[in-house]
């Protein structure tokens, strides 16, 4: 099977370019002008469009049994919305609790993507404990082709670490040469803030902010850096999402501390006066990190273009009405996530590029490339190169829509970002040469996504 893509304006990381792309056998195999292609090819005319690498998501809940319920989503849902939106890989959040068995949680978590994702995926592997057997585990998952860990601050007696399990995790990784992924908010704290609250009465979605505010997660970015920097471990900050957090990261990184940051499109375009709405519709925006005060966002925006954060994922995390209305009595029952797979790259692109707030190779890197160099899976992904897998996305930029959840196929009653207008979409998506979305319908193979092995390479 050939598929030859004529006349676009190819976009990476680093260079833009008019060219045709000839694929093979799920390899671009050759770019240029004037490209001849065999009469069985197929032929895509890309002119007035840009072309762009597929683009990566690292940062996605897709199974999680987590406060109580399970997310909404299955990975033949959520990798068919990615796609839709452009994502045409992406790294699911592996995560079994401290009651769970390590090595059982992953190959659940893979039994469950199997077969099922459209996208090519791979996992960052949680350690929510650390007791004998972990070693040995962790040492298997890496074997079989796992590359990064993730560790809770937060999420106390569920998730969450405690700071010697922090230490031992960080130290294997620092053997292993893997990538240490962490959300970081101090659990202590949150616990204690909640308490107070709902003491004092102050039970409604709006007080999910104050209950883990900018000091605790900033204390949490401290209080993971100072652990990578007495480990020599490699980092990674998830859902980075206001300025003192990103002054502890950043000064961390100043001392040579080896640590990547990573922001989620909620944090760059909603505030936490979308949570202080009333009932229901406060409950939908309640995630963790909390949405901020809007001053940070000129500052995110700022640094997210300056490359000192390097990724924009979604922390994609359904839960539907039902679900959110758990918390109706108490903001600490109230499933944190906020779904953003579909709409991750349309928005980046609308009030980023569009805007004037980001240079059009920096989003090409902060949504693939620089993922794909961070977690192990460049260049095979995030570029277009002769050799790298046939991931690509045909971009309309003149497009214009309005988000709706009438329209998206993430499994889930609402979508948070409802009623935003969207300058942008891809018309066309490739995963590995292989049509799978034109024009935000799915188009393509159900189930057809490869599971990723990966090296550790952070030594
Ligand atoms: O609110 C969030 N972020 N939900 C998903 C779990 C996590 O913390 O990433
Ligand atoms: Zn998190
Ligand atoms: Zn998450």
Sequence with gaps: MSLLIKNGEIVTADSCC????????????????????????????????????????????????????????????????????????????????????????????????????????????????????????????????????????????????????????????????????????????????????????????????????????????????????????????????????????????????RIHIESVIPHLLLDKAYAARAGLEGMKHVMSPPLRDKRNQHVLWNALNAGLIDTVATDHCPFDTEQKLMGRDAFTQIPNGIPGIEERVNLLFTYGVKRGKLDLHRFVDAASTRAAKIFGLFPRKGTIAVGSDADLVIYDSSYNGIISSASQYVNNDYNGFEGMPIEGRPAVVTVRGKVQARDGEFVGERGGGRFLKREPSHF
């Design 18 to 257: 008019r060219a045709d792309i000839y694929v093979e056998n799920e390899t671009i195999t050759r770019i240029g002008r004037d490209l001849e292609a065999p009469p069985d090819s197929e032929v895509i005319d890309a002119a007035g469009k840009y072309v762009f690498p597929g683009f990566i998501d690292p940062h996605v809940h897709i199974y999680l049994p987590f406060m109580a319920t399970f997310a909404k989503d299955t990975h033949e849902t959520a990798s068919i919305a990615a796609l839709v939106g452009g994502t045409t890989t992406y790294i699911e959040m592996c995560c079994p609790s401290r009651m769970d068995d390590a090595l059982e949680g992953y190959h659940l978590w893979k039994s469950k993507a199997e077969g099922n994702s459209a996208c090519d995926y791979t996992f960052h592997m949680a350690v929510s404990k650390y007791i004998g057997e972990t070693e040995s585990q962790l040492r298997e998952i890496v074997r079989d082709g796992i590359s990064s860990f993730k560790i809770f601050l937060a999420y106390k007696n569920f998730f969450g670490v405690e700071d010697c399990e922090m230490y031992q995790a960080l130290a294997l990784a620092r053997k292993l040469g893997v990538i240490v992924t962490a959300h970081c908010e101090n659990a202590e704290l949150v616990a204690q803030l909640q308490q107070e609250l709902l003491r004092a009465g102050k039970t409604g979605p709006e007080w999910h902010e104050p209950s883990r505010p900018e000091s605790v997660e900033a204390e949490g970015t401290h209080h993971f850096v100072t652990f990578l920097e007495n480990t020599g471990a490699s980092g990674y900050v998830v859902h980075l999402s206001c300025e003192a957090a990103l002054k502890a990261a950043l000064a961390a990184k100043e001392r040579g501390v």
